[in-house]
């Protein structure tokens, strides 16, 4: 899973990166004329994966792992140039979803106005999207009217997306259009996920400011630079100081959880003496699919999956017990992949 780090300027979008992941980034990924991304993979805590681990004793344990992008600051599209335009889209439109940092703090002696921040980027994520459809649209006429050639479903999709996107309204909230295998390889930015971290102040009383939000964006409200000065200590010494203020557990906790939740994903394992390893997989998705995370060999020569929930296993205290105790089973290509399941694919290539 992916996720990119965006916000209007002095939001504090590197602090939340610093604050996430750990790391020591400068303020702007930009600064002195740098272009590169601020990347960072984090593990995903799964106390599942570690029970699993003690149970199996691998050579190796492997958590699901998060990848943050922080792009530094997001240009403006009604005035940068274009090329800037296109690096933005270049390295966003990689990302599984959004997470939109919003100033809650007093900086330079201007005060918050969150929502005002939030509509601001929505609207430039929208504009964003309504430049590369009309252009995209301009030339399919072209080539439907004078060179009988092109998509006419593809036209129509996209003639829909710029009525919607020249009313300002973000492409997230209509899935017929957002989630259309014909306009996927577009990677609209209004089409994605959007998690709205509300940076607040060290001494904000958190969830006293409320923001309206749109469908399809949800939010998480982070003391910021106090998160990251947390995320440079020990993890005994920052438990400690989080008991002491009252807070219940790390900015990277609550956000990969809000984040598995908003996006529907879940995990599976695959266990064994070499690797106990966790793997990201959407909601509803058949064996078969799951197998392909894997790899996309074991996907072709799905035969079954060996499958056992991990209550079961736990339980049982084995997985020789479960299977006696018949919590083992065999599954087919049509098996919804369900959380917790432990699985181990048959396949022939």
């Known amino acids: 899973m992916e996720i990119g780090i965006v916000g209007l300027p002095a939001s504090g979008k590197t602090t939340i990166f610093n604050a996430l992941t750990g790391s020591e980034a400068e303020v702007s990924a930009f600064k002195g004329g740098k272009k590169d991304p601020n990347l960072a993979v984090v593990q995903v805590p799964d106390?599942?994966?570690y029970r699993l681990s003690e149970m199996y004793t691998p050579k190796k344990t492997t958590p699901a792992q998060v990848r943050y992008v922080d792009i530094g600051g997001?240009?403006?599209?009604?005035?940068?140039?274009?090329?800037?335009?296109?690096?933005?889209?270049?390295?966003?439109?990689?990302v599984d979803a959004l997470v939109n940092v919003v100033r809650n703090f007093e900086f330079a002696g201007e005060s918050p106005s969150p929502q005002d921040d939030f509509d601001a980027l929505e609207s430039e994520l929208v504009f964003s999207d309504l430049m590369t459809v009309e252009k995209r649209v301009e030339k399919l006429e072209k080539e439907i009217t004078k060179a009988k050639r092109g998509n006419p479903q593809?036209?129509?999709?996209?003639?829909?997306?710029?009525?919607?996107?020249?009313?300002?309204?973000?492409?997230?909230?209509?899935?017929?259009i957002a989630g259309s295998p014909l306009l996927r390889?577009?990677?609209?930015?209004?089409?994605k996920p959007c998690i709205v971290v509300l940076n607040s102040d060290d001494d904000a009383e958190l969830g006293a400011c409320p923001i309206e939000l749109p469908e399809g964006v949800t939010m998480l409200e982070i003391k910021g630079r106090l998160?990251?000065?947390?995320?440079?200590?020990?993890?005994?010494?920052?438990?400690?100081?989080?008991?002491?203020?009252?807070?219940?557990?790390?900015?990277?906790?609550m956000l990969i959880k809000k984040s598995y939740e908003f996006l529907g994903l879940i995990s599976f394992f695959t266990v064994g003496p070499d690797e106990v390893k966790a793997w990201t997989l959407r909601k509803n998705t058949l064996a078969p699919k799951a197998a392909g995370v894997i790899h996309s060999d074991i996907e072709k020569g799905f035969?079954?999956?060996?499958?056992?929930?991990?209550?079961d296993l736990i339980a049982a205290?084995?997985?020789?017990?479960?299977?006696?105790?018949?919590k083992v089973r065999l599954e087919g290509k049509d098996y919804i992949v369900q959380d917790g399941d432990v699985i181990n694919f048959r396949f022939n290539v």
């Not at 390889?185 to 089409?191: N, P, R, V, W």
């Not at 205290?317 to 018949?326: E, F, L, R, V």
Request: zero cysteines; a negative charge; glycine letters at 4%.
């Open 47 to 49: 106390q599942r994966l």
């Open 185 to 191: 390889g577009y990677a609209f930015l209004s089409a």
């Open 317 to 326: 205290g084995s997985h020789a017990a479960a299977q006696k105790a018949g």
């Open 154 to 176: 593809e036209l129509e999709l996209l003639q829909k997306a710029r009525d919607i996107l020249d009313k300002g309204k973000a492409l997230r909230a209509f899935p017929e």
């Open 227 to 253: 998160e990251m000065e947390l995320a440079q200590l020990t993890d005994e010494e920052a438990d400690l100081f989080r008991e002491d203020m009252g807070l219940e557990e790390p900015a990277t906790n």
């Open 303 to 311: 035969i079954r999956a060996e499958v056992v929930s991990y209550q």
């Open 74 to 94: 997001t240009v403006n599209a009604h005035d940068n140039k274009e090329s800037s335009m296109d690096e933005l889209l270049r390295l966003l439109r990689p």
